[in-house]
């Protein structure tokens, strides 16, 4: 089955200011504005699945502590 044929369209509507956002992270990251999407959508999957599992996701230097913990709802 083609690549084609396994995708979904789908429009969503943003504010000029989370488009700004999108473009300069696709510029950051070398890629789409999708591309974004995609890896937010699995980041979230990540940070949810984590949460349910009683753990936590979150930034820390090397060997310390969370300095800033991923809350999910």
């Known amino acids: 089955m083609s ?3 396994d995708r979904v369209r789908l429009s969503l509507d943003v504010s000029k200011e989370l488009n700004e956002k ?3 992270l696709a510029d950051k ?6 591309e974004v999407l995609r890896r937010a959508i699995a980041l ?3 940070a949810v699945d984590a949460r349910a599992a ?3 996701l979150g930034i820390a ?3 310390q502590p969370l300095s800033t ?5």
């Open 3 to 5: 690549q084609t044929k």
């Open 61 to 63: 230097e090397k060997g």
């Open 54 to 56: 009683g753990k936590r």
């Open 44 to 46: 979230m999957e990540v």
């Open 69 to 73: 913990e991923i809350v999910t709802v």
């Open 22 to 24: 999108l473009e300069d």
């Open 29 to 34: 990251i070398g890629g789409t504005k999708s």
